[in-house]
């Protein structure tokens, strides 16, 4: 459901709310949890708020459930009690997760899965290891859903949870994501990632049905491959 509300933040809308989750779509370039210099610019911090509706004695409040890179944009799920949260994360890995990415250059193969252990240096950089002492393994899965010029969008199944591995993954297989200056693609004039999470299917924490939260279809898909239909 959509909420229009005077306490809603500007820029952020929920895709469902409830006394156990609530679920926002998230913009890119917001961070979605604090960082040294940015306590207060986050989706965190503004949906706290606006649970509490101004009131700043209130004892609303959200419950982190998983983290969304602050140039990705989309789906970004919340708990609203520490129950729901403990629930959520115990059934994190069997959720369905799945991303659209544009990426340069066209895949070998129509689908594939990239599987590899990954690990992270000092400078927050993710990348495979063969020790498999040393990295956790990921494997991340993707169908090419349309190639235009020197791009291709691809719908991503996270299917074993790393941090930073679609990024990764992609980067390594030799087609980073179009404006990850990151992982290898700084291009003039690109200063979005071209990743959105695009749907989640949970298990609801409280009546344990099956819920599908899902986003419409995120600008820079147009902008860099034209016109794309969506199920």
């Known amino acids: 459901m959509t909420k229009t509300n005077r306490h809603l933040p500007r820029g952020l809308s929920i895709l469902h709310e409830d006394k156990d989750i609530l679920v926002v779509d998230k913009p890119a370039g917001l961070p979605a949890l604090s960082a040294d210099r940015e306590v207060e610019n986050t989706v965190f911090s503004k949906m706290t708020a606006y649970v509490r509706k101004g009131n700043s004695k209130s004892r609303e409040r959200l419950f982190v459930v998983h983290r969304l890179?602050?140039?990705?944009?989309?789906?970004?799920?919340?708990?609203?009690?520490?129950i729901a949260?403990?629930?959520?994360?115990?059934?994190?890995?069997?959720?369905?997760?799945?991303?659209?990415?544009?990426?340069?250059?066209?895949?070998?193969?129509?689908?594939?899965?990239?599987?590899?252990?990954l690990a992270e240096n000092r400078a927050g950089v993710v990348f495979s290891t063969f020790d498999e002492s040393k990295g956790t393994l990921a494997r991340t899965g993707y169908t090419v859903l349309k190639e235009a010029g020197p791009y291709s969008l691809l719908l991503v199944d996270v299917l074993q949870t790393r941090k930073g591995q679609i990024r990764a993954h992609l980067a390594e297989d030799g087609h980073p994501i179009v404006g990850d200056k990151k992982y290898g693609h700084n291009v003039k004039g690109q200063r979005m990632l071209a990743m959105h999470a695009w749907s989640m299917e949970i298990v609801h924490p409280y009546n344990g049905k099956s819920m599908l939260l899902k986003t419409g279809a995120p600008a820079f898909v147009q902008a860099l491959v034209g016109p794309v239909t969506l199920k």
């Open 85 to 117: 949260k403990r629930a959520l994360q115990q059934q994190w890995d069997t959720f369905v997760k799945k991303y659209l990415v544009v990426v340069t250059g066209r895949m070998p193969e129509p689908t594939a899965v990239l599987a590899s252990y």
């Open 69 to 82: 890179e602050r140039d990705a944009s989309g789906v970004l799920l919340f708990a609203r009690t520490a």
